[in-house]
C-alpha cells in the first residue's frame, strides 16, 4: 500500500468487506471516520485501514459482538491514554526534581556565603 487515501471500493477489495458493512462500521464505531473529498467521497487513510482491520479481526475472527468490540476499543484507549499520562507525569516529575535540587543548591550556596 503506496498510496496517501483510499476509495471504500479499494478498502473492500483489499479486506475483503461489503461496502455497506463498511459504512455501518463507522457508525457504530467513532474511531473510524474517513475524510470526504468536495464530492463527498470517503478518503480512506492508512490509519483508517488499520482502525478497519481491528475491527474486521475482532468481529469475525474473535467473534466479538459490536458492543463488545466498542468496549474493547474503549478500554484499550484508556489503557494508551494511562500510559501516555504516566509518561508525562514522570517526564515532569523529572523536570521538577532538577528544580527542586537546583534550587536546594542555590540556597545551600546562598547559606554558605552568608556564614562566611
Known amino acids: 500500500m503506496s498510496k496517501y487515501y483510499y476509495t ?3 478498502v473492500c477489495n483489499l479486506l475483503d468487506l461489503k461496502a455497506h458493512v463498511l459504512r455501518y462500521w463507522e457508525k457504530e464505531f467513532f474511531q ?3 475524510q470526504k473529498n468536495q464530492n463527498r467521497n470517503r478518503r480512506y487513510s492508512q ?3 488499520e482502525v478497519v482491520k481491528k475491527i ?3 468481529l469475525y475472527e474473535q467473534k466479538f459482538t459490536i458492543e463488545g468490540a466498542k468496549k474493547r476499543f474503549k478500554s484499550t484507549k484508556k489503557t494508551n491514554s494511562m500510559k501516555q499520562l504516566q509518561l508525562s507525569f514522570a517526564d ?3 523536570d521538577k ?3 527542586i535540587i537546583n534550587d536546594l543548591k542555590n ?3 546562598a547559606f554558605r556565603q552568608l556564614l562566611k
Do not use: N
Request: proline fraction near 5%.
Open 8 to 10: 471504500i471500493s479499494e
Open 32 to 34: 473510524l471516520h474517513p
Open 47 to 49: 490509519e483508517d485501514i
Open 56 to 58: 474486521r479481526y475482532m
Open 92 to 94: 515532569e516529575g523529572c
Open 97 to 99: 526534581k532538577k528544580k
Open 107 to 109: 540556597v545551600r550556596e
